[in-house]
């Protein structure tokens, strides 16, 4: 057995699982890694990863989701380039679940959408936002960081 170090996971209510699992899957790339039945809480608990490290998703059954992680408070998904954000904000437009239009802020930052999951959680997707840079600069200009 791995013991997991750091930041493994953040966990959120759904009211409809299944929903939840088709719009992180579409929006971002993420698949069940772990699907159980939480016997004590009569709910089920699923956990969605997107392969790229050991971090997940975890959704855990509710009757309604509280609080509701909203703007600014969110999930953020790093995509390959601006086009895959243009894409996902017209399918979001088509879908009703884009907040506002692409946001184009530059360095650090990069462009962006906000979108809403079947609950009402935030997402966002982002071009160019650096956040490896700034975490190993830091990491290698402080060796107590290891």
């Known amino acids: 057995m791995t013991v997991d170090i750091g930041l493994t ?4 209510a759904a009211t409809d699982i ?3 699992i088709k719009f992180y899957k579409k929006y971002a790339g993420m698949n069940v890694v772990h699907d159980r039945l939480d016997v004590e809480n009569d709910g089920r608990v699923v956990w969605l990863s997107d ?3 050991p971090f ?3 959704l855990i059954k509710a009757d309604k989701p509280d609080p509701v992680l909203t703007p600014f408070a969110h999930l953020g998904v790093g995509c ?3 086009s895959e954000i243009d894409h996902f904000a017209k399918l ?3 879908e009703g679940v884009l ?3 692409p946001v184009d802020e530059g360095p ?3 462009y962006y959408i906000f979108l809403k999951d079947p609950d009402g959680h935030s997402l966002e997707l982002s071009f160019g936002q650096d956040v490896a840079s700034a975490v190993l600069s830091l990491k290698s200009s402080s060796p107590s960081l290891d």
């Not at 996971?9 to 959120?12: E, G, P």
């Open 108 to 110: 650090p930052v990069g």
């Open 99 to 101: 907040l506002f239009d």
């Open 18 to 20: 299944d929903a939840s």
């Open 51 to 53: 392969m790229t490290r």
């Open 9 to 12: 996971h953040i966990a959120l």
């Open 80 to 82: 390959k380039s601006r």
């Open 56 to 58: 997940v998703l975890v």
């Open 92 to 94: 979001g437009k088509q």
